[in-house]
Nanobody
């Protein structure tokens, strides 16, 4: 089991960039597929992007293709989300999630979640 802590959120103007980090505690981080989800006020949790445990494949929601990039450093037990060309509709709490078994866009298949970090994009 891993414990996840996100950081790097903040307030940015439209077109700006942020880099989120998710640090995992526990010795089995490298065995977990990782993902980022987001939840805006009054909306359901939404898949953003995922990366396989070895880091060789990624999934991305259509809304972030060409703008967001997920990566991981297993030596540092960290997964990153580089967000460029941010838009007001990207405003949400961003959560990282871990799954030993699944590599997917489905939140229910991730067994461990962080508390989230707020990203606010002003117009």
């Amino acid at each position: 089991q891993v414990h996840l802590v996100e950081s790097g959120g903040g307030l940015v103007q439209t077109g700006g960039s942020l880099r989120l980090s998710c640090v995992a505690s526990g010795r089995t981080f490298s065995n977990h597929n990782m993902a980022w989800f987001r939840q805006a006020p009054g909306k359901e949790r939404e898949f953003v992007t995922a990366i396989s445990w070895i880091g060789d494949t990624t999934l991305r929601a259509d809304s972030v293709k060409g703008r967001f990039t997920i990566s991981r450093d297993n030596a540092k037990n960290t997964v990153y989300l580089q967000m460029n060309n941010l838009r007001p509709e990207d405003t949400a709490v961003y959560h990282c999630a871990a799954s030993q078994q699944f590599y997917s866009a489905y939140a229910a298949q991730y067994e461990t979640w962080g508390q989230g970090t707020q990203v606010t994009v002003s117009s």
